[in-house]
Structures are given as C-alpha cells and as structure tokens.
C-alpha cells in the first residue's frame, strides 16, 4: 500500500510517499525556517502563508519523485499556472496512490488548515480515503521507516517490539509514552512547562545564537575544548532529576543562563561552553527520566523521536547506558527523520489505516496523545 502523507504543521510544508509504512518512495520537506531566523523565532501568520505557498509544488515534487519519472519529462506543471490547473495536471501521477494521510494537529492552527484543507481536496478530487494523523505519535513512527534508498525493509531484529517506550521531544511537546501496540497509546509524563526544543530555541536566543536554536546550541558545544578529564559540566540546573515521577521542568534553564549571560559580552569560546553547559542539562534531565521509566515498564524497545533526538550529544548519552541497565534496545531515527516530515505521516497511518470521509477531518490545534489505553 501506498499513502501520499501531508505536513503541515508548523514552518516546514512536507509531502512524502511511503510502501507498506517502512519504504520511502520520496521524502520532500520545503521549510520557511530561513525566514523565522530573521525574527529569532516563528510568527504564525507568516508561516501559514509560506504554507499556501509552498504545498502543492511540494506535493507535486513528492509525487513525482515517487513515481519515478525525471524531472525533465515532467513539464506539464510550473509556479506560473494556478493552484486549480495544478491539481489537475497531478491527476495522472497519484494513479499508484492508495490513500493519503494529513497531520491534523498538533500545531499553529494557520499552518495546519493550509494542508488539512489541500488534503481533504485532493481526497475528493482523486477518490482516495484520507487518514487524519497526530503529529506527535507519527514522530515516534519514525522509528519504522527503513533509511532512504536502503533495502527493501527494516531488517527484523531493527523492527520496534512491543511494549515499547517512547520519548517524543519536539519543539512544542516532551512526552514519555508507553505503547503496547499499534493505536495502543498511554501518556505516561511529561513536561511541566517549557518543552526541551523550546529550552533549546530560548537558550539559544539568550546566546545570541540564530532560530532553531537546538542545532546552533550542539555545533557550539561541539566546538568547546573539555579542559581536562575531571571537568564537570554541572553550571546548570537538573530540575526534578531525582523526583519519583516522570515529569520534567525546563523553564528554570532559560531563567539560569540569562542569570549568566546578562551585562556579559561572551567571546566565542564562552558561548560554546555554555551551549555545552545547556545541552548537558538538558540531555541529562530527559536521559534519567527516561530510564527511570525504562526501570519500571521494562520495554522490549525504547524509542527516540521528535526534532530534539537529531541531537547527537542526546543518543550518546543514551547509548551509554545501554546493557548497563534495562535498556536493551534503542531505536532513534536518522536526523533527517527525527525533524519534520511527512514521511512519518504516511508510516504512521499505514501502521493505524482508519480513513475518515474527508468532511469530517477536522484542524485540532490542541491535539495531545492520549492519555490511556
Ligand atoms: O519535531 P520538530 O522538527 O518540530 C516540532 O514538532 O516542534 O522539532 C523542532 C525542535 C526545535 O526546537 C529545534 O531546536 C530542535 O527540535 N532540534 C534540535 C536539534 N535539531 C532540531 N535540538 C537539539 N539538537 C538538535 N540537533
Ligand atoms: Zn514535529
């Protein structure tokens, strides 16, 4: 089976075809993030109307791709002729499109209406059943999808097991889920506040370090020298590190490293030690709580997800606990599938296939995993 999935929900427009929830057939991802670096961070408005912008090239783009036709041969379709025609001229190309699979929230509700609403008529257009998607559960699909251009399948032994644990770290959302099968979700914890993303995207601001501020806070911290092998990185707070639950609290870091960082004029090397100072925490407190978490579900896989597990320093961490707890296996995504995408859309429907008639998928800005079985 083959699903066209859409994704919308933020500032990336993503369209991507996925066969039988673990082959990528294409992958594109357009995203106006460029723009939001400008302002230090996302403004709505803008971003929904780099989506009405962006979404059907780039859904034309994955199609195409899919279908493995050259882009010369293609040259029925350009940025010139209306959205209308456009959609007609992609008729021909969905013919091996089973379904498609449209993230319905969470996120900016702009952004999100912009492909909800492309994805209901493009469903009514072409006579295809649409699968309405959460955005945070079909990151943690990330962790079914074989590799691009990699073999057929993800080998067996690299298939997730069930019970599996799974930590969602988005810019928006810190969420530890238990799964006991596909659609078998319970919501175990999360954060209090801030998520760990927008811990990195604040710190980094407060650095002087541009939008997404989790990839410029681990090149920073890539670059800093350890002095020597008894140096501690412990300049920042561990919030509720040792507290008996599975609940986290960033927003104090922001409040710490702006305690640092004011009436100061870092130079360069102290601002890399101080990225390493906040990715440290930051890693620290999601890599104990998650553990504890491993302590008591002993899951046959523990899955890392969401734009946050494109974090080296995060899997390193992790990988060194591996074997020397519970922590057998340890699945987390390639980066390029960790942040927004929509191949993780069409896995994840694939994996949980209840198409709705498309007037009753609906935009749900709100939208959280559900809380129990
Ligand atoms: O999942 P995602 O792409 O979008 C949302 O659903 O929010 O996550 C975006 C978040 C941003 O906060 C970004 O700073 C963070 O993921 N991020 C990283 C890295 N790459 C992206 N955080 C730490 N290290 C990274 N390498
Ligand atoms: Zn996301």
Redesign the pocket.
């Known amino acids: 089976m083959r699903i066209l999935g859409i994704e919308t929900?933020?500032d990336?427009t993503a369209a991507a075809v996925v066969e039988d929830g673990v082959k990528i057939l294409s992958n594109v991802v357009a995203t106006s993030s460029q723009m939001h670096a400008k302002t230090g961070g996302i403004i709505p408005e803008q971003a929904a109307r780099q989506q009405i912008k962006s979404v059907i090239p780039v859904i034309e783009e994955a199609l195409i791709e899919a279908s493995g036709i050259r882009r010369g041969k293609w040259n029925k379709s350009n940025s010139q002729i209306s959205h209308q025609k456009l959609l007609s001229h992609l008729s021909p190309l969905t013919s091996k499109i089973d379904a498609l699979a449209i993230t319905i929230g969470p996120?900016l509700i702009g952004s999100l209406l912009v492909g909800v609403e492309t994805a209901k008529t493009l469903s009514y257009l072409w006579n295809k059943p649409i699968v309405p998607v959460n955005?945070?559960v079909a990151?943690i699909y990330a962790n079914w999808l074989a590799p691009e251009r990699e073999s057929k399948r993800v080998k067996e032994h690299e298939i997730p097991k069930f019970p599996s644990l799974a930590l969602v770290?988005?810019?928006?959302?810190t969420d530890l889920v238990l799964m006991r099968g596909h659609g078998k979700l319970k919501w175990i914890g999360g954060t209090r506040d801030d998520?760990?993303?927008?811990a990195?995207?604040k710190c980094?601001r407060l650095l002087g370090l541009p939008?997404?501020?989790?990839?410029?806070?681990?090149a920073a911290a890539e670059k800093f020298q350890i002095p020597n092998s008894n140096f501690q990185m412990n300049m920042f707070p561990r919030p509720l590190i040792d507290e008996d639950n599975f609940e986290w609290s960033f927003s104090g870091l922001k409040t710490a490293v702006l305690r640092e960082v004011n009436g100061n004029n870092f130079k360069v090397n102290e601002k890399q030690k101080l990225s390493a100072e906040i990715?440290e925490a930051?890693v620290d407190c999601l890599v104990e709580k998650s553990m504890r978490a491993v302590k008591l579900y002993k899951p046959k896989s523990f899955l890392l997800s969401?734009?946050?597990?494109?974090?080296?320093?995060?899997t390193e961490k992790f990988l060194l606990r591996k074997n020397t707890e519970i922590l057998q296996v340890f699945h987390v995504p390639p980066?390029k599938l960790?942040?927004?995408n929509a191949a993780v859309i069409a896995t994840c429907a694939y994996f949980n296939y209840h198409p709705l008639g498309w007037r009753n998928i609906k935009a749900n800005p709100q939208l959280e995993i559900v809380k129990e079985v």
């Open positions: 929900s933020c990336e996120g955005h945070l990151h770290v988005s810019g928006g959302h998520a760990a993303g927008e990195f995207d980094a939008y997404p501020g989790g990839p410029a806070i681990s990715q930051i969401g734009g946050v597990a494109a974090n080296k320093r995060l980066p960790c942040t927004d």
